[in-house]
């Protein structure tokens, strides 16, 4: 079964970039029709979906954030990305990665723990 | 964008009781709608996928299903272990979107 874990910096300075990694392990079918996701939640708050990148290359994102992020996947490597531009406090949450296959099934699907993310000065 | 309604907010429930939670979306999403639990400080994790199917190793006291664009979210005899939040979340339309989370207490 699938394993996701997301790496990166803890600590962001508003106006700077964030970027995050999800290294896909333990699966060797990672070339199929899935969609690698991208989740977030701030402290106390909901989970708010980011986008993801389908399997094809195309990317589809939260019409909130579509002017600052950017995910990508190199799967030849075993891992997606994040990047967000010119956060501010705003941005700071528990950042999630997630893979789920264009036909739903329970093996298809799988969450990384999280990373939290602070951006402050 | 589809607007999940998701409700109640919270609920305050005893080990044993049955308890329902409810999510509305906007305008139809077929079957394409999961249900999460997320414990304090833990990732979340899939309970059921399209409306009704039991994500691998979930008890079978938890279930769901549909009525139009209504999705309920069922735990048939609440345990310890399920005192958290839930979240449902539709993939029929982009953006993807979550309900807004119910606390059961």
């Known amino acids: 079964q699938v394993q996701l874990q997301e790496s990166g910096p803890g600590l962001v300075k508003p106006s700077e970039t964030l970027s995050l990694t999800c290294t896909v392990s333990g699966d060797s079918a990672i070339f199929g029709t899935y969609y690698w996701s991208w989740i977030r939640q701030p402290p106390g708050k909901g989970l708010e979906w980011i986008g993801y990148m389908y399997y094809d290359g195309s990317t589809k994102y939260n019409p909130s954030l579509k002017s600052r992020v950017t995910i990508s996947v190199n799967m030849s490597k075993k891992y997606f990305s994040l990047r967000l531009t010119s956060v501010t406090a705003a941005d700071t949450a528990v950042y999630y990665c997630?893979?789920?296959?264009?036909?739903?099934?329970?093996?298809?699907?799988?969450w990384g723990q999280g990373t939290l993310v602070t951006v402050s000065s | 964008d589809i607007q999940m309604t998701q409700s109640p907010s919270s609920l305050s429930a005893s080990v044993g009781d049955r308890v329902t939670i409810t999510c509305r979306a906007s305008q139809g999403i077929r079957n394409d709608l999961s249900w999460y639990q997320q414990r304090p400080g833990k990732a979340p994790q899939r309970l059921i996928y399209?409306?009704?199917s039991l994500q691998s190793g979930v008890p079978s006291r938890f279930s769901g299903s549909r009525s139009g664009t209504d999705f309920t979210l069922t735990i048939s005899s609440l345990q310890p272990e399920d005192f958290a939040t839930y979240y449902c979340?539709?993939?029929?339309?982009?953006?993807?979107?979550f309900g807004q989370g119910t606390k059961v207490e």
């Open positions: 399209a409306a009704s």
């Open positions: 997630a893979r789920d296959g264009f036909f739903d099934s329970s093996v298809t699907h799988s």
């Open positions: 979340l539709q993939r029929n339309s982009d953006p993807w979107t």
